[in-house]
């Protein structure tokens, strides 16, 4: 029955070949979205450790929500750092300060340098210290009225080392200061964000937050645990702060960037169950097409002593076949698909954060179950309808007389215009808005999968004796 399965497959390449593409398509998206999310997971994974490689404890205001009404960590007094500082358990300590407030650098021609996507980071800088993931790439750190900038902001505004630039604080007002150097952050680069750092005092100043800063930073002496510096450093704060270890602050970001990284690949499995489910449909019919043409096939095989459970486990091979050939594909199409939304980005404007890209054993089981399940369960009306096939079937003359493919043809063509239009303005136009582009390709690209799938059996015999050549 194997070998009789994998002869009909092969005899019916143009049909399974239209079928094995649907669900390598909808395979292909579900890793893909797997592959990304994992991907960027182990990504922002490594920023987190990055960020505070070197703390052992993190002092911040209780109230610390950045979701808060006016977008802002909570300030406290600097005074507490001194207070920190002349603690035995202590070894390093270090404030910082940060906004959401922007400032933004100007270039020569008076233009805005900003950032097509990513965010402008306005605040401190923090290195290089036992502390900071922050580095110089070239030039020095920042004192008094000089400041840091990312390299891809240099480049962009044709700033060198050095020289005078005029920075538009957030106030509005803009200010010259000296481009001391260019920083990095860790060993991932900015993921695309500007950085616009000054020093502490000139940061409280620029921001209009004199004598404030958001956290501090601090390095257990030796042979002092992150948890005892931490009940050390308790003991001096007063009630609106609180000290917590490196390991914390590390989890809570790792948990911050998972929540958007989620977000971002539920939208793809969204879209790969959609593609999935028009793939259902497509298998239905497909087998329903090939049981319908060899019923004679099936009666006479009944005649000479098949069983209905082997005519059905012969569909049900030529099925698995497929799911098995579309779950392989769709997994490697997923690292396709994968790099190409790192492009879509790129084109868009943005940096997609440097990485290579991470298939889990979690994503392989995944495929496999998607690719053979879909497959099979797509298969089983027609399996059982080729199983009811009575030996007298193979005795009869004639067939139905197949249906025009007219009405198919611009119902299909109906669906698949818009569906391209949509894809379009979502890719090249501008619809307004994240959520709007998504909607554009998500629902363009459903709707282009239908109807293609309907102009499908226009290409079969094509594409079939194609094969047969």
Same mark, same amino acid.
């Given at each position: ?15 399974? +070949? ?56 909570? /300030? ?37 340098? /900003? ?60 200010? #010259? ?35 404030? #800063? ?75 097409? $090939? ?39 769709? $997994?490697?199409g997923g690292l396709g698909v994968a790099s190409a939304l790192k492009q879509l980005f790129s084109s868009a404007g ?14 392989? +089981?995944? #495929? ?16 059982? /309808? ?21 009405? /198919? ?31 554009? +390709? ?28």
């Amino acid at each position: 029955m194997i070998k009789l399965a994998l002869r009909g497959a092969r005899a019916n390449l143009g049909r399974l +070949i239209l079928t094995l593409i649907s669900v390598v398509l909808g395979v292909a998206f579900v890793s893909g979205s797997f592959v990304l999310a994992d991907s960027l997971r182990s990504i922002f994974d490594q920023v987190s450790e990055d960020a505070f490689a070197g703390v052992d404890a993190q002092v911040r205001g209780i109230e610390n929500d950045m979701n808060s009404t006016d977008g802002e960590i909570p /300030r406290f007094d600097d005074q507490v750092i001194s207070a920190i500082a002349e603690l035995p358990e202590a070894r390093y300590t270090e404030g910082g300060l940060f906004s959401f407030e922007r400032a933004y650098t100007i270039d020569s021609n008076g233009e805005v340098v /900003r950032p097509t996507g990513p965010p402008v980071f306005t605040g401190s800088w923090g290195g290089p210290s036992p502390v900071s993931s922050f580095r110089i790439l070239d030039g020095e750190p920042p004192i008094g009225q000089q400041v840091v900038i990312d390299p891809v902001q240099a480049e962009r505004g044709g700033f060198e080392v050095g020289q005078e630039i005029t920075v538009s604080l957030p106030s509005g007002e803009p200010e #010259v200061f000296t481009l001391s150097g260019t920083i990095d952050f860790g060993e991932g680069g900015t993921g695309g964000a500007f950085f616009i750092m000054f020093d502490l005092p000139t940061a409280q100043r620029v921001l209009g937050l004199p004598g404030q #800063v958001d956290s501090v930073v601090v390095a257990a002496a030796d042979g002092v645990s992150p948890e005892e510096l931490v009940t050390a450093i308790s003991e001096v704060l007063p009630d609106n702060l609180e000290a917590v270890t490196g390991e914390v602050v590390i989890g809570e970001q790792k948990e911050d960037f998972g929540s958007f990284i989620n977000i971002f690949g539920n939208v793809l499995l969204g879209f790969a169950i959609v593609v999935l489910f028009v793939s259902t449909f497509i298998i239905n019919n497909t087998f329903a097409t $090939l049981v319908g043409q060899r019923t004679r096939m099936f009666g006479l095989m009944r005649s000479i002593g098949a069983s209905s459970k082997q005519i059905m486990q012969m569909v049900f091979i030529e099925a698995g076949s497929i799911g098995l050939a579309a779950s392989g594909l769709g $997994l490697v199409g997923g690292l396709g698909v994968a790099s190409a939304l790192k492009q879509l980005f790129s084109s868009a404007g943005g940096e997609f954060p440097e990485g290579p890209l991470e298939i889990r054993t979690r994503t392989i +089981i995944v #495929v496999a179950i998607v690719g053979m399940g879909v497959t099979l369960a797509s298969a089983i009306l027609p399996a059982l /309808r080729a199983s009811r096939v009575t030996p007298l079937e193979a005795f009869r003359t004639g067939g139905k007389t197949a249906r025009p493919l007219t009405v /198919r043809i611009a119902a299909g063509s109906a669906v698949l215009l818009p569906g391209l239009i949509l894809m379009a303005i979502g890719m090249f136009g501008n619809p307004g808005g994240t959520a709007a582009t998504l909607a554009c +390709i998500g629902i363009g690209g459903a709707l282009t999968f239908i109807g293609v799938s309907m102009l499908s059996a226009m290409f079969a015999g094509v594409v079939a004796g194609f094969i047969g050549q």
